[in-house]
């Protein structure tokens, strides 16, 4: 359908961690009066069900090594779309701001002066742990949280991985667990041994999951990772907070002691 109604505009959705719930009332708005929506592949789809009936919905990408499209065809598919049907939502999973090049395609579309709107998402480095009852900072426990890229854009780990070791703070690492191993062997350097740590996968979808360890064990966590769906890493003391992690202290301290 050729837009007539000059309403010719972006709007960049952070769509929440995954459970449809989880979106603002505005980007729900958003949705059910987009011309066309494109999403990526951490939406759950569930949620273009309050899309208008002839919205058409474009799956864009893009999880790892799996891209339908690359991140410059999107960025004209965006323009071509708007110029084409009007209001286009950009949905994104999370925060579109937090590791989702979101910056990156309002400029673009902006260059070609086509209003745009930027309407905030859950991220899933808040929401996940939060869902598992992990508080990412707690008074007397730790003084900050850092939410750091386990995978720069040349596939190493970030240099603030390093740096955050050597803080006191929570360390939520995204895309992470291709470097897992790095990652850990990193953080033993500086933090406690007994330091605990969680890998969250799914979280908030009903097949989530949760692996807890202290990080002298992190190698027992190796076998639990599934690389074929997203997961957060949480490093720090507030870990503890979870609610399996008394039982498995005592489990722990039961199987060392015989
Ligand atoms: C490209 S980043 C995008 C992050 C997103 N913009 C956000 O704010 O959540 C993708 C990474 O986010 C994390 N992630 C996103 N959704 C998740 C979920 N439901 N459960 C666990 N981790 C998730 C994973 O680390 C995944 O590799």
Known sequence: MKNQNNSTKVTLVGAGPGDIDLITIKGLNAIKNADCILYDALVNPEILKYAKKDTPCIYVGKRFNNHRLTQEEINTLL????????????????????????????????????????????????????????????????ESFWVITGTTSNGNISKDIKLGAQSSATLV???????????????????????????????????????????????NALGFIDY???GIIVIGDVVAEHSSYLDEEIQRVLNSSF
Request: with cysteine; glycine share 8%.
């Open 173 to 219: 690492i995204l895309m992470g667990l291709r470097n897992f191993s790095l990652i850990m062997e990193e953080i033993k350097k500086c933090r406690h041994k007994y330091t605990p740590f969680a890998i969250i996968q799914n979280g908030s979808l009903p097949d989530e999951k949760i692996t807890i360890e202290t990080i002298n064990n992190y190698k």
């Open 228 to 230: 074929n769906k997203p």
């Open 79 to 142: 323009v071509e779309k708007a110029s084409e049907h009007g209001h286009v939502v950009r949905l994104k999973g999370g925060d579109s701001f937090v590791f989702g090049r979101g910056s990156e395609e309002i400029e673009h579309v902006e260059s070609f002066n086509i209003p745009t709107e930027i309407i905030p998402g859950i991220s899933s480095a808040l929401a996940v742990p939060a869902l598992q009852g992990i508080p990412l900072t707690k008074r007397t426990v730790n």
